[in-house]
T-cell receptor, first 118, second 113 residues
């Protein structure tokens, strides 16, 4: 299957600093990527849809000025958590939509980034 | 988004089949039924999907009720590596940003050796 790679897998940062998470499609081009957040023992919550060459679409309740998304190329989307606070500590996961054979569509997910804000 | 209902948890023994149920009584005629699973500290992994007919792949089988209001993911022989949270998700049959997936709480599958 298609490979989506996230970097870093783990990051610890100080409160008030910014952290950038990269999501790359390694063997395909992704015009659309999705960013999710997952708190411990909870399900994935969609944060935003990242569109190549245009502005991201944010879900209700997600602060676009705090979670900056850039999708400058067909293989890379980045999520920057600005002015991070301990409550932003979470597992961040990206995914990309891939059109497979026979017109089917599947979503492939990155391995996730564990962010800890201290 | 149409909602799905799954049991919070299930247990199985290694080498035995596992049937994971999902109810989706409000499914629309164009919704696909997708199953993903998530191992601890990893991103979700695609398992299988279907529309009306039963589906088989190397990982699992998907049995869809005739009225499409429920489905069952079948793992034919559970292994310890199948221990994960399994998510049943309905996806609208449209492309672009409408491909976003809405995750419920899923079923935590425990596999006993």
């Amino acid at each position: 299957g298609a490979v989506v790679s996230q970097h870093p897998s783990r990051v610890i940062c100080k409160s008030g600093t910014s952290v950038k998470i990269e999501c790359r499609s390694l063997d395909f081009q992704a015009t659309t990527m999705f960013w999710y957040r997952q708190f411990p023992k909870q399900s994935l919550m969609l944060m935003a849809t990242s569109n190549e060459g245009s502005k991201a679409t944010y879900e209700q309740g997600v602060e676009k000025d705090k979670f900056l998304i850039n999708h400058a190329s067909l293989t890379l989307s980045t999520l920057t958590v600005t002015s991070a606070h301990p409550e932003d500590s979470s597992f961040y996961i990206c995914s990309a939509r891939v059109i497979t054979g026979k017109g089917n569509t599947e979503a492939f997910f990155g391995q996730g980034t564990r962010l800890t804000v201290v | 988004d149409a909602k799905t209902t799954q049991p919070n948890s299930m247990e199985s023994n290694e080498e035995e089949p596992v049937h994971l149920p999902c109810n989706h009584s409000t499914i629309s005629g164009t919704d696909y039924i997708h199953w993903y699973r998530q191992l601890p500290s990893q991103g979700p992994e695609y398992v299988i999907h279907g529309l009306t007919s039963n589906v088989n792949n190397r990982m699992a089988s998907l049995a869809i009720a005739e009225d499409r209001k429920s489905s069952t993911l079948i793992l034919h022989r559970a292994t310890l590596r199948d221990a994960a949270v399994y998510y049943c998700i309905l996806r609208q049959n449209s492309g672009g940003s409408n491909y976003k997936l809405t995750f419920g709480k899923g079923t935590l599958l425990t596999v006993n050796p």
